[in-house]
């Protein structure tokens, strides 16, 4: 499975950004999402989440400011990101995790993107 996204940028305090992620190869209907952040210096931390279902989850520091959404069709995960702050800037990864049947029974398999830089001016 791969990973890109795609959409980041530099963009001013107050401003509007929407992160793409388009995954392809063996893609399992049944994946959950998710974008992640890294800022400099700091740990790579949950920005938002999305099952396969539709069900999310966001960090509280994003909340009522971002959504995240998808296209199952498409195999492609959103972020839109409103009201943005300096605080926001940071390495942002898209993230997909599925669960794969082996003899064993189900492995949980996760990949990462490359990552996209928001910058936020204040």
């Known amino acids: 499975v791969q990973l890109v996204e795609s959409g980041g940028g530099l963009v001013q305090y107050g401003g509007s950004l929407r992160l793409s992620c388009a995954a392809s190869?063996?893609?399992?209907?049944?994946?959950?999402m998710a974008w992640y952040r890294q800022a400099t210096g700091k740990q790579r931390e949950l920005v938002a989440s999305i099952t396969s279902g539709g069900g999310t989850n966001y960090a509280d520091s994003v909340k009522g400011r971002f959504s995240i959404s998808r296209d199952n069709a498409e195999n492609t995960v959103y972020l839109q990101m409103n009201s943005l702050k300096p605080e926001d800037t940071a390495v942002y990864y898209c993230?997909?995790?599925?669960?794969?049947?082996?003899?064993?029974?189900?492995?949980?398999?996760?990949?990462w993107g490359r990552g996209t830089l928001v910058t936020v001016s204040s």
């Open positions: 993230h997909l995790s599925q669960g794969v049947a082996t003899i064993e029974g189900i492995n949980r398999v996760t990949y």
């Open positions: 190869g063996r893609v399992l209907s049944t994946n959950d």
